[in-house]
C-alpha cells in the first residue's frame, strides 16, 4: 500500500513517521520549498494527549530528537490585568528531563523530519486528485501527479484535499487577530522580565479588548539559527487593532510592532519594556478561525486530518495535540491489518467526537477570551 500525504505541518509529519515506522511505503507532499521557508509560529503547548501520540507514532531516534529539542517545561498558568495585578494562577507539576510540555514550531517539524529525506518532497502545492475504487492520483500545481492508494490531507485550515473532498465545509473567522511576535532572551531581559513569564503561559488583559500573552521558549538543545526567546503574542478585534485586514497583512513587521506597542502603552512598564526589546522582524499577523462542526464523509480512499478537518482557535492549546492524536489513531488504523476502507471508517469514527470536543472547549475558550460571538 502507498500512502500519500500532503501537508509536512505537525500532523502530516507523525503520521508519516508512523507509517514509515511500520513498513508502510509513504510519500509527504509539502508546498514550501523548504524547512526554513517562513514564520511559522513560536510556542506550542504540547499535552499529554499529544506526548502520547508522539510516543505511539515516533521511532526511538525521532523521540529523542523531539526531547532534545523541546523547551524546559514550565509550571504555571496565570492572568494579570494591564498593571501585572494577577488575576488568577494555576501551579501545576512541571515535570522530569524527558517530559515534552512545550516546543518551538521550527525546532518541532524539523525534529519530527528526522529520518524523512526520502519521504519528504518540498515544492509540492497539491492543486486537486481524482479518486477512483482503485486508487488516487494526485495533482500538483508544477504539473506533475503521483498515484497512491490513498490520500490524506493534512494541509491546514485552507486545506485544499478538504475543498474538494467537502466543497461546503466552512471555516469561521471568529473576528479576532493576532499579531505574533518573539522577545529573545539576552541577559538584560532575563534579569528585567517579570518572574512569572519565566515560568509558563502568562496573559496579560486590559480590560479595553486587547491581551497579550507571553512564555517562555528555553530550549533543551536550541536549534542552530537562534536561541531561548519569550514567545509575546497581542489578541484584539480588528476595531480595537484599527485597521481592516487588507492594510493589516500588508504592514511590514516593524509597522505591525508598532500597532502592539501603542496597544501596550498604558500597560505595567515592564511588560512595555519586554515590548520594546522584541525582534520586530518576526511579527507577522494570524487570523483566528474555527470550524463549528467537524465534518464527517462518505468513506473513500481519501481522508483528512488535524487542521483541515478540525480548524479550532488556540484558546486551549489543543490544534497541534488534537492533529497529534489523529495521526496515532490514523496509523494505527492503517497498520493493524484492517482492510482499507473499514480502516478509514474506523479512525473517522473515533476521530470526529474526539476533535469535536477539542474544537467545542477552543471556541468556548475563545468566546471568555476575547469577548467575541461567533
Ligand atoms: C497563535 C497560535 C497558537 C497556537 N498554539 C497552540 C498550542 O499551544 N498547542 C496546540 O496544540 N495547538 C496550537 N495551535 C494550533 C496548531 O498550530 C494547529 O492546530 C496545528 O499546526 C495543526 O497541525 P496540522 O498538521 O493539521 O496543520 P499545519 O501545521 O497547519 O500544517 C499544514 C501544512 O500543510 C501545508 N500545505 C498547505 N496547503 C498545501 C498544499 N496545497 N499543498 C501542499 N502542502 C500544503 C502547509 O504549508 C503546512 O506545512 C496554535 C495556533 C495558533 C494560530
Same mark, same amino acid.
Given at each position: 500500500?502507498r500512502?500519500?500525504?500532503?501537508?509536512?505541518?505537525?500532523?502530516?509529519?507523525?503520521l508519516?513517521?508512523?507509517?514509515?515506522?511500520? &513498513?508502510v511505503?509513504?510519500?509527504?507532499y509539502?508546498?514550501d520549498?523548504?524547512?526554513?521557508h517562513?514564520k511559522q509560529g513560536?510556542?506550542i503547548?504540547?499535552?499529554?494527549?499529544?506526548?502520547q501520540?508522539l510516543?505511539a507514532?515516533?521511532?526511538d531516534?525521532v523521540r529523542?530528537?523531539?526531547?532534545?529539542?523541546?523547551t524546559?517545561p514550565?509550571?504555571l498558568?496565570?492572568?494579570?490585568?494591564g498593571?501585572l495585578n494577577?488575576m488568577?494562577?494555576q501551579v501545576?507539576?512541571g515535570?522530569?528531563?524527558?517530559?515534552?510540555?512545550?516546543v518551538d514550531?521550527?525546532?518541532f517539524r524539523r525534529?519530527?523530519?528526522?529520518? %524523512?529525506?526520502?519521504?519528504?518532497a518540498f515544492?509540492k502545492q497539491f492543486?486537486s486528485y481524482a479518486?477512483?475504487a482503485?486508487?488516487v492520483?494526485?495533482r500538483?500545481?508544477?504539473?506533475?501527479?503521483?498515484s497512491?492508494?490513498v %490520500?490524506?490531507?493534512?494541509d491546514g485550515? &485552507?486545506? &485544499?484535499v478538504?475543498?474538494q473532498l467537502l466543497?461546503?465545509?466552512e471555516?469561521v473567522d471568529?473576528?479576532?487577530?493576532?499579531?505574533?511576535g518573539?522577545?529573545?532572551l539576552?541577559?538584560a531581559v532575563?534579569?528585567a522580565?517579570p518572574?512569572?513569564?519565566m515560568?509558563?503561559?502568562?496573559f496579560?488583559?486590559?480590560?479595553?479588548?486587547?491581551?497579550a500573552?507571553?512564555a517562555p521558549?528555553?530550549?533543551?538543545t536550541?536549534?542552530?539559527?537562534?536561541?531561548?526567546y519569550?514567545m509575546?503574542?497581542l489578541t484584539?478585534?480588528s476595531?480595537?487593532l484599527g485597521?481592516?485586514?487588507d492594510?493589516l497583512?500588508?504592514?511590514?513587521?516593524?509597522? %505591525?510592532?508598532?500597532?502592539?506597542?501603542?496597544l501596550?502603552?498604558?500597560w505595567h512598564?515592564?511588560?512595555?519594556?519586554?515590548i520594546?526589546t522584541?525582534e520586530?522582524?518576526?511579527?507577522?499577523?494570524i487570523t483566528?478561525?474555527?470550524c463549528?462542526?467537524v465534518?464527517?464523509w462518505?468513506v473513500?480512499?481519501v481522508?483528512?486530518?488535524g487542521d483541515?478537518?478540525?480548524?479550532m482557535?488556540p484558546?486551549?492549546?489543543?490544534?497541534?495535540?488534537?492533529a497529534?492524536?489523529?495521526?496515532?489513531?490514523?496509523t494505527?488504523?492503517l497498520?493493524d491489518?484492517?482492510?482499507?476502507?473499514?480502516?478509514?471508517a474506523?479512525?473517522?469514527?473515533?476521530?470526529?467526537?474526539?476533535g469535536?470536543a477539542?474544537?467545542t472547549?477552543?471556541l468556548?475558550?475563545?468566546?471568555r477570551m476575547f469577548e467575541?460571538?461567533v
Amino acid at each position: 500500500m502507498r500512502v500519500g500525504i500532503v501537508g509536512a505541518g505537525i500532523g502530516g509529519l507523525a503520521l508519516a513517521q508512523g507509517l514509515a515506522k511500520a &513498513g508502510v511505503d509513504v510519500r509527504l507532499y509539502e508546498r514550501d520549498p523548504s524547512a526554513q521557508h517562513r514564520k511559522q509560529g513560536y510556542r506550542i503547548h504540547i499535552s499529554p494527549v499529544g506526548e502520547q501520540a508522539l510516543a505511539a507514532t515516533l521511532p526511538d531516534a525521532v523521540r529523542r530528537r523531539v526531547i532534545e529539542t523541546a523547551t524546559h517545561p514550565g509550571d504555571l498558568l496565570a492572568g494579570f490585568d494591564g498593571q501585572l495585578n494577577p488575576m488568577f494562577e494555576q501551579v501545576f507539576p512541571g515535570g522530569g528531563p524527558e517530559t515534552v510540555s512545550a516546543v518551538d514550531r521550527y525546532a518541532f517539524r524539523r525534529a519530527l523530519m528526522t529520518g %524523512l529525506d526520502d519521504v519528504l518532497a518540498f515544492g509540492k502545492q497539491f492543486e486537486s486528485y481524482a479518486a477512483d475504487a482503485d486508487g488516487v492520483e494526485i495533482r500538483f500545481a508544477d504539473g506533475s501527479s503521483e498515484s497512491v492508494d490513498v %490520500l490524506i490531507g493534512a494541509d491546514g485550515v &485552507g486545506s &485544499g484535499v478538504r475543498a474538494q473532498l467537502l466543497p461546503d465545509f466552512e471555516a469561521v473567522d471568529i473576528g479576532v487577530r493576532c499579531i505574533y511576535g518573539k522577545v529573545p532572551l539576552t541577559p538584560a531581559v532575563r534579569a528585567a522580565v517579570p518572574e512569572a513569564f519565566m515560568r509558563g503561559f502568562c496573559f496579560v488583559t486590559d480590560g479595553r479588548g486587547a491581551s497579550a500573552a507571553f512564555a517562555p521558549v528555553l530550549f533543551r538543545t536550541p536549534p542552530e539559527e537562534y536561541g531561548d526567546y519569550l514567545m509575546a503574542v497581542l489578541t484584539a478585534t480588528s476595531d480595537v487593532l484599527g485597521c481592516a485586514d487588507d492594510e493589516l497583512f500588508a504592514l511590514s513587521p516593524a509597522e %505591525l510592532w508598532k500597532i502592539v506597542s501603542r496597544l501596550s502603552s498604558s500597560w505595567h512598564p515592564a511588560v512595555r519594556e519586554l515590548i520594546a526589546t522584541a525582534e520586530v522582524d518576526a511579527a507577522f499577523p494570524i487570523t483566528l478561525r474555527t470550524c463549528i462542526r467537524v465534518a464527517e464523509w462518505p468513506v473513500s480512499r481519501v481522508a483528512l486530518l488535524g487542521d483541515a478537518v478540525h480548524p479550532m482557535t488556540p484558546a486551549a492549546g489543543a490544534g497541534a495535540n488534537t492533529a497529534l492524536w489523529d495521526a496515532a489513531r490514523l496509523t494505527k488504523a492503517l497498520t493493524d491489518g484492517t482492510p482499507l476502507l473499514e480502516a478509514l471508517a474506523s479512525y473517522q469514527q473515533d476521530m470526529v467526537p474526539h476533535g469535536q470536543a477539542a474544537v467545542t472547549e477552543s471556541l468556548e475558550n475563545a468566546k471568555r477570551m476575547f469577548e467575541v460571538e461567533v
